[in-house]
């Protein structure tokens, strides 16, 4: 790695108790750019990657609403983490990161210790989305915001479910946007949600649900996209106590109840895996990720079945996963529908390019609203290597070609930077600019790339 190596055990202590909750601010080590060097040889790695986002978000906020005192094992400690664990903290929660970088969390049965309040979310849509009808269980007013890319996400379709429950929340500034003013009381009965831009909405209402006083029916009107995170939600509910009914294919049923706290282990992060499993699919090497295998919540995971179709070996198996790249280096290229597992479209058209033939992906247009409009960024990222990449409203056309070296703009967005860093495994001079944008997941993503080279 050129410049400083950031997120490396020496320079940034991970998980260390105190205040800052385990996430350091490590931005300022982070250079500018950071140049991947090829890898000499093929990787041949057993890794471990932190746990799973979405499983730590949704359970640091259950764990605030449960009765009991809940220990968080093995959790992201990231960007994302902490901006939602500084807002339980700002709300009165006690959260706390302890020895071994486990996080603990004293629920407040049903209520939020603090009346009113502030709070921030950065630009985790997790956070964003899942607070606003945690806050309803306070007195209220809460005011809720985010940084200016947050101000642009859509959030209307959230505060319009919840409102159809009772639920009394308003926009701050411009109408259907951050910052929200969210008060007090949560009815239940019955709301129609709409889903097509972001899972968050539904899991977010889902989330809240039980602290209602009547019951909850959700019926999802339209396209519900990122299904899997659904699938999510419901399980870390479950482990907490709280069971969701499914009366019919599109509706969800939710009973008024107090969430119990749990010791709950977080499973690894399938979408932080996924650039693992690309390196070995791109080099024709072997890697094994331990802990996230069969029995996995997240969909992400079958972001393996698309590097199986490509050619690699997969093994999903009960306690890891492994990928190996296929020998002959011939990566075959797929036409694939990425609805279900988007994060990883990224991952995949970093791939694209080395291909025997032109890649496909569909059904993502839901991620035009994410951390920037990917579709877009990927194209245009592509097209700077010397690779000819056709955008259409819903997904993008990859056509292999020569890899030209290219400094990538990376638009905040972690999983950009993280998935053009693979192209730099195999092409020398693949700059990364503004490389701190990866600890909104996984803060020590280079030391972690680098050390499959054997470093
Ligand atoms: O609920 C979650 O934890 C997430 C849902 C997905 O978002 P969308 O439903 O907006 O696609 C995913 O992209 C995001 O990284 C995490
Ligand atoms: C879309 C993502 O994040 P968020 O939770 O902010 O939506 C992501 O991590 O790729």
Known sequence: MSGTTPGGPAGVPLGVPGRDFGVKDVRGEFPERIEVPPLERPPDATVRVPGSKSVTNRALVIAALAEGRTTLLNPLLSDDSFWLMKSL?????????????????????????????????????????????ALTLGEGPYRIDGVPRMRERPISDLVDA????????????????????????????????????????????????????EPVTLAVEGDLVSKPYV???????????????????????????????????????????????AAAALTGGRVRVEGLGQGSSQGDLRFTEVLRRMGCSVEVAEGYTEVRGPENGDLKGVAVDMNEISDTFITLAALAPFASSPTTITGIEHTRYQETDRIHAVATELERLGVEARESRDGIHIIPGPVRAAEIETYEDHRIAMSFALVGLVRPGIGIKDPACVTKTLPDYFRRLAALGGG
């Open 89 to 133: 903290s700002d709300l009165g929660f006690p959260v706390e990161v302890v020895e071994g970088g486990h996080v603990t969390v004293g629920g407040g049965a049903g209520k939020i210790p603090r009346p009113s309040g502030e709070v921030f979310v950065g630009n985790a849509g997790t956070a964003a989305r899942f607070l606003p009808g």
């Open 231 to 277: 699938g999510i939600t419901t399980a870390v509910m479950r482990a907490f106590g709280v069971e969701v009914g499914r009366p019919s294919e599109g509706e969800f049923y939710v009973e008024p109840a107090t969430y119990r706290a749990t010791d709950y282990a977080v499973e690894p992060d399938a979408s932080g895996a996924s650039y693992f499993f």
């Open 162 to 213: 919840l409102g159809q429950l009772g639920a009394r929340i308003e926009y701050a500034g411009e109408e259907g946007r951050f910052p929200l003013v969210v008060r007090g009381g949560l009815r239940g009965g019955r709301a129609v949600v709409r889903s097509a831009k972001s899972s968050q909405f539904l899991s977010g209402v889902l989330i809240s649900a039980p602290a209602a006083r």
